[in-house]
């Protein structure tokens, strides 16, 4: 059968971008669900507008960008780039409507009703409007600079996604000269959502007013003497990918920092403007901003949704959040004195953010105290500010340790972040490598070398996420505490490769991209075929963030028609059709959409009955398999490794937060059938380890 299929046609493939926009979709849906507690709704809403923030800043911006240079080629789906900014546009457009929808007839309502209020400005009382008034020219007026627009004064640069004012004048300058046009910017140093005093009357302690709705209401101020015929807030998003060419730079560093200032300004992808706006105002704006009418989005609301997300740290109703919850510890931790103890007693895996986060934090800081550990060797990737895990890298190098930090300076929107942090830990003696030219080192992993009883022993971590103590809070992702010694040998060597570019050595237990990962896959992928083939039982199971690269997406194909079982977990992008009669019949995917975000990447292969399970820092995707260094380390606990499964399980049961692919690129929400208990995989999770810990 395989030999007759054609598995590089196009309707075999789902474009990645309109993937992309579908998991947003599901984002979206989440603030909807009434079963989901209403600020967390009201989270999921703002998270839906800082993915499409993202989705412009770096994807759009791409494929505008290759278009415009001719080198924009179709994918696997063969959608010509003018047909795909379209189809972007008009999925777009649907999305944006829907957002504001659900903020204007959902959210809103179902906060006054809680008594968390948005003030319109013609709901405002003569006390309000006093304040507001005085706030406007004491705060406000202060940091403003507006600008009257002429031939000579055009519009001036606009920051990405800075909030903005276009009006409409009628009137003469201080110079007799006649005004049409004026633009004011708002600067970021301002709340873009007030609480009012809980003192002014028939005001609560819950009462907020948008700076928009503020700066509308006594813009007429700084225009003395004209007529304003409209004011109208706009928000432009512009191209924040940077671009260092790692050939030609003699330090990355320098160059990455010239890029980030001029990001801030790079070209214009999208005009969002208020639906209300005057034609003749957003024609002129998009004649400016070099964009079309297909760029353009109106709004009913405030044009950053993701503004609104302060409401949840700025009001106490715990009733209406997820409810409070403690990471567990293991007990094997628990029980011993010495994490080191622990470790080399037997493996440990760490389910984030069901379990501590601690445990990791823990080692990197008594290797750091310890004078018996010698050297500590990690990659950095995203830790977050005032992070532990790096006070006590620099903790370690200023005691005289041997530290080897492997920075990756390119972690998209974190790169000043990781500048500063490389900058520290080489004041503090560390040695510090700012990752591969033309791959970015994406791997997590640690390295500790102590000395015990005149030999050295390395205690290694390897996780799926980042070390970064807020998101594994957040985030689902496994780490492994292991003494394993040829774990530990693999990590040293894997190291010495990225430090010293040396030839890549051949490891024991771990797969590394871009050189053996993608192969080890596709012949764990070989193997379950065979066994199907043989009239045996062929099982493969994936669960990771986005599924995109063509040619993993062709062997499990071909898994499916020798009739190999494929579920796949993927959380966003999927670039694979199941349920294609004659080629993904015996595929199945869902997407779990839930409190965490998901980002474990786990990999199972029945391998007629001697399982085998696989973590990995990588997604299956062109840049991860081929373009980064990543790690994929096996289970070798059998205990651990039974847990794993038990965990696949329990995803694969989601019936309530799970939403099934189907073979035109829709999803599906999952229901319980008629007597079937609910079940949500995150919630079990929390109850089951709850319980063992």
Known sequence: MMDTVNLALPDYYINRELSLLEFNHRVLEQAKDPEMPLLERL????????????????????????????SAAPGPDAIKPSEL???????TATLVDEQYRVLNQQMI??????????????????????????????EIVPVLSPIALDPMRPVPKILNKSLNF???????????????????????SLPRLIQLPAELPATGGSDFVFLSSVIHAFVHELFAGMEIEGCYQFRVTRNSDLYVDDEEVDDLMRALEGELTASRYGAAVRLEIAHDCADELSDYLLQHFHLGEQDLYRVEGPVNLNRLAAVYDLVDRPDLKFPPFTPGVPRSIRATESIFDAIREADIMLHHPFEAFSPVMELIGKAAADPDVLAIKQTLYRTGPDSPIVDSLIQAARAGKEVTVVIELRARFDEAANMRLANALQEAGAHVVYGVVGYKTHAKMALVVRRENGRLRRYAHLGTGNYHPKTTRAYTDYGLLTADEAIGEDVHELFLQMTSLMKMPRLHRLSHSPFTLSDNLHRMIRREISHARD????????????LVEPEIIRALYEASIAGVHVDLIVRGICCLRPGL???????????????????????????????EIWCASADWMDRNLFRRVEVMFPVLDPQIRQRLVGDLDIYLGDNTQAWALQADGSYVRLQPADGETPRTAQNELLERLAEVS
């Open 535 to 546: 009239g045996g039982t062929g099982h493969v199971i994936v669960k990771v963030n986005a």
């Open 85 to 91: 900014l379209a189809a972007i546009s008009r999925r």
């Open 166 to 188: 276009i009006l409409g004048l009628d009137g003469k300058d201080a110079f007799g000269r006649p005004v049409q046009r004026a633009l004011v910017q708002a600067p970021r």
């Open 43 to 70: 989270r999921f809403l703002c998270i839906s507008c800082t993915n499409l923030d993202e989705f412009f800043e770096i994807r759009v911006a791409g494929l505008k960008q290759r278009f415009e240079l001719g």
């Open 581 to 611: 009669d004659g080629v993904s019949d015996n595929i199945r995917v869902r997407s779990i959409i839930g409190r965490f975000l998901e980002h474990t990447r786990v990999f199972y292969f029945h391998n007629a009955g001697d399982e």
């Open 109 to 138: 309502p179902q906060l006054d009703a809680e008594g968390i209020r948005f003030i319109r400005r013609s709901e405002w009382t003569d006390a309000q409007s006093e304040w507001l008034q005085a706030y406007f020219r004491t």
